[in-house]
């Protein structure tokens, strides 16, 4: 899949849109030498960020990481309090 | 514009598409009460986070941010040392 690919397939269920909602998105897409594997550090550090900002619950918080030869990409989606 | 339609839509130019490169996006859905805007602040504080792991050139970085009722999306456009 290519880097841009990603964004545009990605579809979220109808009850998904309902609710007050969170997204943050990672991708790296990599050269010619390869990356150090630091998405899945990231992660903590992103939502410890984002948590002086904003109210989450942790067991709101999905998280995916995916990877190919030329891309990783790390999405939290997070379903905010009511 | 609709959260989801946001990533879809977007298209990098050819010339980017060449040079490694970190994107960071942001999006978030607003629900019927307003949220405070704290995308901008969270901006500084998302480049410090990532630049533990990744040397970036401050030059090297394009912010977009676009906001309409439902939704604000922050974008951070970076492209990596060789």
């Known amino acids: 899949m290519r880097f841009w690919?990603?964004?545009r397939t990605?579809?979220?269920?109808?009850?998904?849109?309902a609710k007050e909602r969170l997204q943050i998105i990672?991708?790296?897409e990599r050269g010619s030498?390869?990356?150090p594997d630091y998405l899945?550090?990231?992660?903590?550090?992103l939502l410890d960020v984002i948590s002086k900002y904003v109210q989450?619950?942790?067991?709101?918080?999905q998280v995916q990481l995916d990877r190919n030869d030329?891309?990783?990409?790390?999405?939290?989606?997070?379903?905010?309090?009511?």
Chains 1, 2 share one sequence.
């Open 33 to 35: 030498h390869a990356q």
């Open 40 to 45: 899945p550090k990231l992660q903590q550090e």
């Open 5 to 7: 690919d990603y964004f």
């Open 26 to 28: 990672v991708a790296h």
């Open 10 to 17: 990605s579809k979220p269920s109808t009850a998904s849109m």
């Open 56 to 61: 989450i619950n942790r067991d709101d918080v």
């Open 70 to 82: 030329s891309c990783a990409v790390l999405e939290l989606n997070i379903t905010l309090p009511e």
